[in-house]
T-cell receptor, first 113, second 115 residues
Framework: DQQVKQNSPSLSVQEGRISILNCDYT??????FLWYKKYPAEGPTFLIS?????DKNEDGRFTVFLNKSAKHLSLHIVPSQPGDSAVYFC????????????FGTGTRLTIIP | KAGVTQTPRYLIKTRGQQVTLSCSPI?????VSWYQQTPGQGLQFLFE???????NKGNFPGRFSGRQFSNSRSEMNVSTLELGDSALYLC??????????????FGPGTRLTVL
């Protein structure tokens, strides 16, 4: 049962432009929506989160948007930098699931200098 | 502050064997979760331990088990290994103060190869 989908396995963006990563979900019971970034040979690192009662959260170059009616989550990175090249996972958490995270399949972002 | 550590980092086993992986959480963190990452299935939740008790379990067969010690360190065990168990096994810890979202910190993972 695929509750979370990242339909773009890869994305290439020119340095300085905006990177937009997308995620669709089916479970309406999620309370927190997160983005993690993963470099090769390292574990995922937390990037930014948003709770279900909000529709936008910003942290520096990173902004997460939540559209609950469309069950859609997106991450905007602007301006994109070469160090942003990594695999990005959206992840979801329910208050009733304790610490369990449900992850998307990941999008490999490549920033072209 | 030291991060989450996992040992060993790499492991090669043969089918039918069993394996034990270890995870030391960040000091003070009481919740430890385990995930399996494979190319086909992505990151999938295995189980979570809090105060030595399993609080949540993913959809994996009984060959996958775990435990947590009083110092919050955790181990996971896979018995009767199958080729499909080849994966990166990730451990994550959090403070788990209850209520709102608790950031989870991941270790570098253990790469298990089953031949």
């Amino acid at each position: 049962d695929q509750q979370v989908k990242q339909n773009s396995p890869s994305l290439s963006v020119q340095e300085g432009r905006i990177s937009i990563l997308n995620c669709d979900y089916t479970n309406s019971m999620f309370d927190y929506f997160l983005w993690y970034k993963k470099y090769p040979a390292e574990g995922p690192t937390f990037l930014i989160s948003i709770s279900s009662i909000k529709d936008k959260n910003e942290d520096g170059r990173f902004t997460v948007f939540l559209n609950k009616s469309a069950k859609h989550l997106s991450l905007h990175i602007v301006p994109s930098q070469p160090g942003d090249s990594a695999v990005y996972f959206c992840a979801f958490q329910s208050n009733f699931g304790n610490e369990k995270l449900t992850f998307g399949t990941g999008t490999r972002l490549t920033i072209i200098p | 502050k030291a991060g989450v550590t996992q040992t060993p980092r790499y492991l090669i086993k043969t089918r039918g064997q069993q394996v034990t992986l270890s995870c030391s959480p960040i000091s003070g963190h009481r919740s430890v979760s385990w995930y399996q990452q494979t190319p086909g299935q992505g990151l999938q939740f295995l189980f979570e331990y809090f105060s030595e008790t399993q609080r949540n379990k993913g959809n994996f067969p009984g060959r996958f088990s775990g435990r947590q010690f009083s110092n919050s360190r955790s181990e996971m065990n896979v018995s009767t290994l199958e080729l499909g168990d080849s994966a990166l096994y990730l451990c994550a810890s959090s403070l788990n103060t209850g209520g709102s979202y608790n950031e989870q910190f991941f270790g570098p993972g253990t790469r298990l190869t089953v031949l």
